[in-house]
């Protein structure tokens, strides 16, 4: 016969019975049973009279590397990132960082004093950093050393009352104690237990890749912080508007822009390549809900790595870029450039059919931007001047009385909308300025005959004259360009290993529970082999008590129960109701009963045991 119990803990059986009340050696038996299922380091509150200066700092390395804060320091870390998304960041974009302060003369000091317009570079975010850090290091290494001894180990020896564990069955077999160890031993080694004999039990555990994948989670972790760290110090980004026909070198002189981190030296670190742009293709959806929209953004090119490498030709697409020595190549962005000659009052050419990049407006290319002449121009007076002209391009005109916006991206009917001016551009006066607005502040308006500003759209081939016979303007075509960004970001295949070990180790720390189970067998004093089996779990689940009826069914097989034996010796069965025939109990599986002391639902049929579930403690009897 058997009895079979599930509890919470090794400390919720009754105690209304004095046999039931444990003594002292039996928590420490127990405690022993249950050591070592986690890796976790024991907390010891600090006898804080006592404490001096290596106490109180060994109590704060231990606050530090307590799970607890790391998550907190984590939680900090996240919270600390949202003004670096919110407020713009001078490394971003420092233009519009000027903006704000100028906007804001109230937030603007405050966010300089916090770090707001550098949050990721700031001294309290790198705090934060380096701490959560720290904290994982010293949380993580004495945790896998510890593992590393429990991996060298066993499993500990079976308590001395089983039946005090959360599962526990158990009944009487004439089978001899060394025979059913013995099954036993096989048989959790078969279901991939650690097991060993111990006396006159069995111990196995198993589910410890549940403390692997807590540990490959949180150095999964570490790696990331290194490598997000290591990239950010040592990343670059430059972006870099070709046109048709022209090339560019990765030196930091070539680029539109240009940022990189605190440790990266442009002298130094650039990679040595080079590439021009044959030609740009982009195709565009024709007709229905979508048109408009591309199909195709491709741009064909010719690349060499190093000063004296051979020449190569490629096709860089959108989300597919050239990687050449650690660097990528995007293909970012495309526009147009009309092509213009200008001629001064005396008919000299001034800009020889010269192209000018135009930034687009919208989804169907409309652009803008400002075509100057910086030199050589000389008005009717004979005099030196400077001629800008803001320039408003559509790659599909609409015809007369439509809107001035292009109508589709493609080039079907382009038109370029001039207005024109003269005087000084500025651009001499020694400080960086936009190349796509006209500084206007020292340039004067062409009138027309109505006193009002010059302008004109000009078709492919036309020709605007100035007024006062101050020169021409001829459209003579348009070029394509394609924008490209230049990147590195080193460590970033680390930073996605550890991304996917951190996924893989916590859902093996989530979804696999470490246990532990025990089979002792001992002859009776009635010379009938007693075998118990119970189990223990790290957490309250119901997998223990059920993989350990598994367990005992197969192993009730081997050892089957004597007919006719007590429950306890000196205690007979009292007789129930029969069993269905055909429908023996499974041991481990605990039938609804109450508490000792009250009737149990017993069947005497010497095939099944008798089983009742001992409540939580605290519950009524």
């Known amino acids: 016969m058997s009895k079979t119990t599930t509890g919470k803990t090794p400390t919720d059986a009754p105690k209304g019975t004095p046999e039931d009340i444990p003594t002292a050696g039996e928590d420490q038996d127990l405690g022993a049973a249950g050591s070592q299922l986690s890796t976790a380091p024991k907390e010891e509150a600090p006898g804080l009279p006592s404490l001096g200066v290596i106490g109180w700092a060994r109590w704060f390395w231990r606050q530090l590397t307590s799970m607890r804060v790391a998550l907190l320091l984590l939680l900090l870390l996240s919270l600390g990132a949202i003004p670096g998304s919110l407020i713009p960041q001078e490394g971003v974009d420092a233009l519009k960082v000027e903006d704000f302060r100028e906007k804001h003369e109230i937030l603007g000091p405050l966010y300089d004093a916090l770090g707001l317009f550098h949050v990721y570079s700031s001294v309290w975010f790198s705090a934060i950093y380096i701490l959560l850090f720290v904290s994982l290091i010293g949380c993580i290494v004495p945790r896998t050393w510890q593992f590393v001894g429990q991996l060298r180990g066993r499993p500990p020896g079976a308590p001395r009352r089983l039946t005090r564990l959360p599962a526990y069955t158990t009944w009487r077999t004439d089978a001899e104690p060394e025979q059913v160890r013995e099954a036993a031993l096989t048989l959790l080694k078969k279901r991939r237990f650690r097991a060993h004999a111990v006396g006159d ?17 949180h150095i999964a972790l570490i790696v990331m912080l290194i490598a997000f760290a290591w990239g950010q110090l040592f990343k670059y980004e430059g972006n870099k ?3 048709e026909g022209d090339g560019f070198s990765n030196t930091l002189t070539q680029y539109d822009d240009f940022k990189s981190g605190n440790l990266f030296d442009p002298d130094h670190d650039l990679a040595p390549f080079s590439f021009s742009l044959k030609n740009f293709r982009g195709t565009y959806e024709a007709t229905g809900p979508n048109r408009g929209t591309p199909r195709v953004y491709e741009a ?31 293909l970012v962005s495309h ?4 092509i213009l000659t200008v001629k001064d009052a005396k008919g000299n050419v001034v800009m020889d059919k010269e192209a000018t990049a135009l930034l687009p407006l919208d989804s169907n290319v409309t652009s803008s931007g400002a075509v100057m002449v910086r030199d050589g121009y000389r008005n009717a007076g004979g005099e030196k001047e400077q001629l800008g002209f803001n320039a408003f391009f559509l790659p599909t005109y609409g015809g007369e009385g439509s809107t001035m916006l292009s109508t589709f991206p493609a080039l079907i009917n382009p038109m370029l909308a001039l207005s024109a001016y003269h005087g000084d551009l500025g651009v001499d006066a020694g400080f960086a300025k936009s190349i796509y607005q006209l500084d206007k502040k020292n340039l004067k308006e062409f009138k027309d005959s109505d006193g009002e500003l010059f302008k004109k759209q000009l078709k492919i081939g036309e020709t605007m004259t100035l007024p006062n016979g101050a020169g021409t303007v001829t459209f003579d075509g348009v070029k394509e360009w394609a924008g490209f960004q230049v990147t590195q970001q080193p460590a970033s295949g680390w930073a996605l290993a550890g991304a996917v070990a951190a996924i893989f ?9 470490r246990r532990r189970v025990w089979v002792r067998a001992v002859r009776g004093a009635d010379g009938v082999t007693v075998v118990e ?33 007590p429950d306890t010796p000196g205690t007979p069965d009292t007789p129930g109701t029969p069993d269905t025939p055909g429908t023996p109990d499974t041991p481990g599986t605990p039938d609804t009963a109450g508490a000792p002391g009250a009737p149990k639902n017993d069947d005497d049929t010497p095939d099944s045991p008798d089983t009742h579930v001992v409540p939580a403690e605290g519950a009524e009897k």
């Open 201 to 217: 039990a069995v111990a196995a555990e198993k589910g410890y890749a549940r403390e692997v994948g807590n540990l490959a989670f």
């Open 300 to 330: 064909k090119i010719d690349y060499s790595e190093g000063a004296y490498g051979e020449e190569k030709t490629t096709t860089i697409k959108v989300n597919e870029p050239l990687e050449i020595d650690g660097s990528k190549v995007y």
């Open 505 to 513: 180790g916590l859902a093996a720390s989530l979804f696999i529970q």
């Open 241 to 243: 508007l070709i046109l």
């Open 335 to 338: 526009g147009y450039a009309p």
């Open 533 to 565: 089996m119970a189990g223990l779990g790290r957490s309250e689940s119901a997998k223990v008590p059920e993989e350990l009826g598994d367990l005992a069914a197969v192993l009730y097989e081997q050892a089957p129960d004597t007919p006719g034996t």
